[in-house]
């Protein structure tokens, strides 16, 4: 009766520790800014399209759907992410049911809850949100038709994998890890002699008609972004351990060091057990791995020469997270929260206070003073736009605060990304005059720029520097950007011909 009582008010201690986590991120909610990244998808849902030239359509539908409805704001954009992952986390406890008994599968629900990960996905608008939703949904109903032999789930499973692909690319190893599963299971086997495998993959493809249409009208461009040009860096084959080390310490960080490293420690016991002989494994144990060692590994393996960001490996933690449930003891577990308590609190610090100062624009901080400064600017001068010129962030974060299209770096003849797909034609902006928002994330004095950009000379007339927005925490700054006054701009096509103005 007494292990019983400790075990009860462990439970109870981790639930309340829990709660403490998703209160924080609640929080974060209404005080954290927009990233970057809220802002440039913001900018696709405002541009409606079958898809996009970085992503397919997924999140910028949800985002449209929340602002349509809560008003373009930041809290509506962040409540579109929470309500989306808190989805995710539904349908995931839902998938832990399928293996654990419900005491065990709460476990997995708390070491989902635990990670960073889910807070990255609650608050920071990425195309992964609705990824990991669909990826999740896809796993569940996968696993109901196969394991109980519930036909339609086959028709459900191909259609949640074709929107988890109208989310993000990695989808691809959704039905590739379902083939892969019955190619490998000796007692699901059967099912590749029928028609319903091949049917979820006819569905998938069909679902994720409107990026592939995209594609075709826009001479596959974002396949061949996300595809052919990657793989060229990787067929470089230049190692740069950095990279690697880089990908351990992100993925440390995003799951938590005690999870992350459970998951190795969970592969080691099953190769203890099985060594070599995969198809002795359960199948609801192969079932798991199918879907989470493909991703794992191919990221892991190519995290040596080509650089790995944060997220790419989410998807891979949905199974991983399941597998690794049983191999985490009730002390580890207690350890994983606690850290992601500390973590979560401190991380709360930085965003309500902003104590360090990120020397990067990916940051939540400024934007909005920034797009108030910049619209006095543009006033007081009578300029006729603004753009800039670092990649999206910039020019993201000012369309979403101003009430006016912000021009992308295709203004100065550089890829922009979606901004090359907008629509807008530059050529109807000859003879204008503009401002040109530089930013210096890593500046070292409040000086104006020791130079002009060369570029724009090549574009305007006459330029002129104009002085530096600051902007200030707490009476010290932490943020600048140059401001430049651009006047009578030419566009310049790719042939290089300037037009003049008729």
């Avoid at 796993?139 to 989310?167: N, P, R, Y």
């Avoid at 084959?237 to 960080?253: I, N």
């Amino acid at each position: 009766m007494k292990n019983l009582s400790n075990t009860t008010d462990n439970t109870q201690i981790l639930i309340g520790l829990t709660s403490i986590i998703i209160l924080i991120r609640i929080i974060f909610i209404f005080f954290m800014g927009p990233m970057p990244q809220d802002a440039y998808y913001f900018l696709y849902s405002q541009h409606p399209s079958l898809s996009y030239f970085d992503h397919p359509a997924g999140i910028a539908v949800i985002l449209r759907f929340f602002t349509s409805v809560f008003g373009n704001n930041t809290i509506a954009i962040k409540l579109a992410d929470s309500v989306t992952t808190l989805g995710t986390v539904w349908v995931f406890y839902l998938l832990a049911q399928k293996f654990y008994k419900k005491e065990e599968a709460k476990k997995a629900l708390l070491l989902l809850l635990s990670t960073l990960m889910v807070s990255i996905l609650s608050l920071i608008s990425t195309p992964d949100s609705p990824l990991l939703f669909f990826w999740a949904l896809s796993l569940l109903m996968l696993h109901v038709a196969i394991f109980e032999d519930k036909k339609w789930f086959w028709v459900l499973t191909g259609i949640a994998m074709g929107l988890a692909f109208d989310s993000k690319y990695t989808a691809v190893f959704l039905p590739s890890g379902m083939i892969l599963f019955l190619l490998l299971s000796n007692s699901k086997r059967k099912y590749l002699a029928t028609i319903w495998p091949y049917l979820v993959c006819i569905l998938f493809v069909l679902v994720a008609m409107p990026v592939i249409v995209w594609n075709i009208d826009n001479h596959f461009a974002s396949f061949v972004f996300q595809g052919k040009e990657r793989m060229q860096s990787v067929s470089s084959f230049h190692l740069t351990p950095r990279f690697f080390f880089g990908l351990v310490g992100t993925q440390l960080f995003l799951l938590i060091p005690i999870l992350f490293l459970s998951l190795f420690y969970g592969l080691w016991k099953i190769y203890k057990i099985y060594g070599h002989f995969w198809n002795k494994l359960p199948s609801s144990l192969l079932f798991l791995l199918c879907f989470f060692l493909p991703v794992f590994v191919v990221f892991i393996v190519l995290s040596p020469i080509y650089w790995i960001k944060i997220n790419w490996l989410m998807p891979s933690y949905i199974a991983g997270i399941i597998f690794v449930t049983s191999y985490v003891s009730a002390k580890w577990l207690k350890w994983q929260v606690v850290i992601s308590v500390v973590l979560h609190v401190a991380m709360a610090i930085e965003i309500i206070f902003y104590v360090v100062p990120v020397r990067s624009d990916d940051t939540w901080f400024g934007w909005k003073d920034l797009a108030t400064q910049t619209q006095e600017v543009e006033k007081q001068h009578g300029a006729n736009f603004i753009f800039s010129a670092d990649g999206y962030k910039t020019s993201a974060e000012l369309s979403l605060f101003c009430n006016q299209f912000i021009y992308g770096q295709n203004v100065i003849g550089n890829p922009a990304l979606q901004f090359d797909y907008i629509g807008t034609d530059l050529k109807a902006l000859n003879g204008k005059t503009a401002i040109f928002i530089d930013s210096e994330p890593r500046f070292s004095d409040l000086n104006k720029a020791p130079i002009v950009p060369e570029k724009l000379s090549g574009y305007f007339k006459r330029v002129q520097q104009l002085e530096p927005i600051l902007i200030y925490n707490s009476g010290k700054v932490v943020r600048k950007f140059n401001v430049f006054l651009c006047e009578d701009y030419h566009f310049v096509p790719p042939n290089g011909e300037i037009i003049n103005i008729p």
